[in-house]
């Protein structure tokens, strides 16, 4: 092990049952270093941050530390006694309680007794890291950063030589983001080893040494800070390369009606209460277009603000060129606007209903509970998209959640089709659904353009991007940083974009 090496993993291997989670995947970091942890959804992150601290044991490979030799992590415990620290994005620290309290609970062999002793330590703690808040303040009372820093503060306490930052600046604003950004610096020097995974590119380059990146469960490669330009990145993170690109233009007709040209939905410094900067958006009668970015950009984010599923606290929405009142998801649904959400267990099934009661739900909430469909309409909705998706189901009647994801997918596509509405939004529709069924689903998104509806889909996947949209609206930390159609909608160039190269 290298002198100055505080963490080396090595040929690690982590498999759950049909998945192969990680890959002999090598990760090392160095005293007074940041060492971003870089890739997509399902790269393998979040399970390497858990085989290192313990919450998963390792199938295969090495783990060792600075002082210790080769060590074995079987729980949060062991890790903790190692010296490895995380703060996770979600505060783990009791609200009710003082700041000196949340930094010493759970210390020691029996409760606190001397009260006096335990703020004094806490206030030397805060004072020699800087961090604006006194020992006796109730944690409630400090912003959202000084919580986060509090929490830092006490992993550090405790003989912190490997300090794991898991997306801890995703609730924070700009302001609280570079204070973090200083008390991670002062840390680095005093020599502490930081791990900090997060989506942000920008903030990758402002504050990091070196950069990991994880693909598919396999590692892609370590890197310098000032050797990987963030296209290279952003390439990487994706799987391809630069020059190994060809372009997938959109198959099928476009539609031809006389109001092709008419803005169906419209957005004006859009802003909801998730985070993302204001946007301006629109799209047109019969298109397809689509946000991309990489995940955490904001893309979500930005079509559930169109859709009412977040608060919305500024902007306008015109329907036809006609201002509206988009405040929740009914609103939307009753100016013939549909969503399909990224999450389907959480957001999209009901797992204990059929298919056609899942089915029927989305027209059922719009004409009222008070206005039952007899059995006989809600046979015939159901039998007549059964057979239009082709969903694979023993029957009506069968529980949705005994359908594999793709058809049950199709199921929450049939409910909002069954609603025939104007502007249909797909957010990520062919997530973790074989390829045949990603395969009609974006034909019939094409279909449907054709027929005059508007869609706007969304994709990890640029390849479906671009099969499937004429025009990209492209993300990144949250704000629109681009618009690309016609001979720009290629994967070059998004890339690119969303890498921010001028």
Known sequence: ???????EMRGIYKSFP?????QNVDFSLNKGEIHALMGENGAGKSTLIKVLTGVYTKDKGTITLDGQGEVAIHSPQDAQKYGISTVYQEITLCPNLTVAENMFIGRGEGKITNWKKMNEDADKILQSLEIPARANQQLSNCSIAV???????RAVDMDCKVL???????SLDEQEVEKLFGFMRDLKARGVGIIFVTH???????????????????????YEIKDLP????????????MDDLSDIKGEGGAYEGAD?????FEASGLQSNAGIKPFDFHIKKGEVNGFTGLLGSGRSECVRAIYGADRIIGGTVKMHGKEVKISNPLDAMKNGIAYLPENRRGDGIIGDLSVKENIILALQVLTGFFKPFSKAQVNAFAD???????????????????????????VILARWLLMHPEYLILDEPTRGIDVGTKVDIQKLVLELAKDGMSVTFISSETDEMLRTCSRLVVMRDRKVVGELSGEDLTQNKIMSTIAGDK
């Open 230 to 241: 963030r296209v290279q990145l952003v390439a990487k993170m994706l799987g391809k390369e």
């Open 384 to 410: 007549e998209y059964i057979k239009k998706l082709n969903i694979k189901t023993a029957s009506a009647e069968t529980p949705i959640k005994q359908l594999s994801g793709g058809n049950q997918q199709k």
């Open 18 to 22: 049909g998945v192969k989670a990680l």
């Open 200 to 222: 942000f590119l920008d903030q990758v380059y402002e504050v990091c040494d070196k950069i990991t990146v994880l693909r598919d469960g396999k590692l892609v490669g370590e």
């Open 1 to 7: 092990m290298e002198e100055n090496r505080v963490l």
């Open 164 to 170: 794991i930052l898991d997306e801890p600046t995703s």
């Open 260 to 264: 092709a040209d008419e803005r169906v």
């Open 147 to 153: 919580q986060q820093m509090v929490a830092i503060a």
